[in-house]
């Protein structure tokens, strides 16, 4: 791969990443109610849930959902009941959420395999990989070595994006406390639900 080509490949890859999504909610809301360490392990599974998605894509698999609608149609209603009960919840919230070491809650592995949950239950993630890395990978040279620069930039994209996003958490949390953290949960949770309606009335095979 050219540099030329490596840059163009960021360029889109950063574009795809940073516009506000399920992912970047959970992360900016995990962050703002648990603090951002805590933060982090929804990176973690945003980062577990990457991997998966470019396995899937690379393999094949993302071409065959596309071929078979109903188990494409599964998939989007099992993320379309996640996203609305995650929304539910939020704005069934006291707000009394707040950065503190005692805080009970969600343990480290219940809010990666949250994250986990979220990016997977999204169909549109694994055709976003597969149209992604369909156009960069080259099937007249060997895969491993084009594997070998497109998989570490994009996955440390997507990481560097999802930190910017617990960061952001963070800061929310500490201007949001009281009522005004109870009008951001109903926000994060009107948002959560707004995703599961568009994800409910559209077809992203077509996108």
């Not at 369909?134 to 570490?152: E, K, M, R």
């Amino acid at each position: 791969m050219s540099a030329d080509d490596w840059l163009f490949f960021m360029a889109i890859w950063i574009a795809a990443s940073v516009p506000l999504g399920p992912n970047a909610l959970n992360c900016i809301s995990t962050s703002a109610a648990y603090g951002f360490r805590k933060g982090l392990w929804s990176v973690a599974g945003v980062f577990a849930a990457a991997n998966i998605h470019m396995a899937l894509a690379l393999s094949g698999i993302a071409a065959f959902m596309s071929a078979n609608p109903a188990l494409f149609e599964v998939l989007r209603w099992l993320g379309v009941a996640y996203l609305a009960w995650m929304g539910v919840s939020m704005l069934r919230s006291n707000g009394d959420a707040q950065i503190a070491a005692a805080q009970p809650g969600f343990s480290r592995w219940q809010l990666m395999r949250r994250a986990i949950a979220i990016s997977m239950s999204n169909p549109k993630a694994i055709f976003a990989w597969l149209a992604v890395f369909s156009q960069f990978v080259n099937t007249a040279t060997p895969l491993a070595g084009q594997l070998a620069v497109l998989a570490p930039s994009a996955l440390s994209v997507t990481i560097a994006v999802y930190v910017g996003y617990c960061a952001v958490g963070l800061g929310v949390n500490r201007l949001f406390s009281g009522d005004r953290k109870r009008v951001f949960d109903r926000l994060m949770g009107s948002a959560y639900i707004a995703f599961a309606v568009g994800l409910a009335s559209s077809d992203f095979r077509k996108a």
